[in-house]
C-alpha cells in the first residue's frame, strides 16, 4: 500500500520569511495530493491540491510543486503571518481508485513567530 | 460549497455504552464518506470507507463488530461505537468525497471521551 512521510515534523519561522514541507510516497500509481491545515481541535481544511499531470500549482502565498520521478512534493507558503501557525497535513491518493482513499503524512506543526 | 456536518461534536460516556456519531453532506450528496480517528498530535488514521448502500470497508486492525458503520443515504453515514472503552477516547472526524471523487472534505469531527 501507499506510504507517506512528511517532513519536518516541526518548523519555527519568523513572521514574514517562507516555510517550507516536504512529503514523499511510495505508490506510483497516486495521482491526487492534497494538502490540509489543521488548527488546534479543529477541522483539516483543504488549502491547496495537485494532480499528477502538474508541475506546480499556487494560490496567492501558498504553492506546491511535485516531481513524480521522485515522488515527492512540497508545499511551499511565502510571507507567512502568525495565523499560518497550525498543523499541515499532505495526503496522496488513487483518484477514482480505491474510492480515493487518502494516505496522510505524519503532520508538521508550523509555528510562526511575529 | 461542500460543508459537512458531525454531530455530536463532543460526548462524555461510561465504559461499555454505545455511542453514535453522526456525519452530513449538507449542500453535495457523497456516495463515499471516510471516518478517521486522530490522537492528540498525531496524524489522522482511516478506519473505514462507507459507500451509500453498500457495506463499509475497513482498514487492517479496525474491529467492524466494534465500530458499526451504516451509509443509508447519499448525505448521511452514521459510526456507532459499541460497548465503549476508555481507550476508544480520541478524535473522531468524519469526510465526505466531492463529485470529482477527489477532494475531501471533512466534519468538525467528535471528540469522545469514555469513564
Known amino acids: 500500500g501507499e506510504n507517506v512521510e512528511q517532513h519536518p515534523s516541526t518548523l519555527s519561522v519568523q513572521e514574514g520569511d517562507s516555510a517550507v514541507i516536504k512529503c514523499t510516497y511510495s505508490?506510483?500509481?497516486?495521482?491526487?495530493f492534497p494538502w490540509y491545515k489543521q488548527e488546534l481541535g479543529k477541522r483539516p481544511q483543504l488549502i491547496i491540491d495537485i494532480r499528477s499531470n502538474v508541475g506546480e500549482k499556487k494560490d496567492q502565498r501558498i504553492a506546491v510543486t511535485l516531481n513524480k520521478t521522485a515522488k515527492h512534493f512540497s508545499l511551499h507558503i511565502t510571507e507567512t503571518q502568525p495565523e499560518d501557525s497550525a498543523v499541515y497535513f499532505c495526503?496522496?491518493?488513487?483518484?477514482?481508485?480505491?474510492?480515493?482513499?487518502?494516505?496522510f503524512g505524519a503532520g508538521t506543526q508550523v509555528v510562526v513567530t511575529p | 460549497g461542500a460543508v459537512v456536518s458531525q454531530h455530536p461534536s463532543w460526548v462524555i460516556c461510561k465504559s461499555g455504552t454505545s455511542v453514535k456519531i453522526e456525519c452530513r453532506s449538507l449542500d453535495f450528496q457523497a456516495t463515499t464518506m471516510f471516518w478517521y480517528r486522530q490522537f492528540p498530535k498525531q496524524s489522522l488514521m482511516l478506519m473505514a470507507t462507507s459507500n451509500e448502500g453498500s457495506k463499509a470497508t475497513y482498514e487492517q486492525g479496525v474491529e467492524k463488530d466494534k465500530f458499526l458503520i451504516n451509509h443509508a443515504s447519499l448525505t448521511l453515514s452514521t459510526l456507532t461505537v459499541t460497548s465503549a472503552h476508555p481507550e476508544d477516547s480520541s478524535f473522531y472526524i468524519c469526510?465526505?468525497?466531492?463529485?470529482?471523487?477527489?477532494?475531501?472534505?471533512f466534519g468538525p469531527g467528535t471528540r469522545l471521551l469514555v469513564l
Open positions: 469526510s465526505a468525497a466531492g463529485a470529482n471523487q477527489e477532494t475531501q472534505y
Open positions: 505508490d506510483s500509481a497516486s495521482n491526487y
Open positions: 495526503a496522496a491518493s488513487r483518484a477514482t481508485d480505491s474510492w480515493g482513499k487518502f494516505q
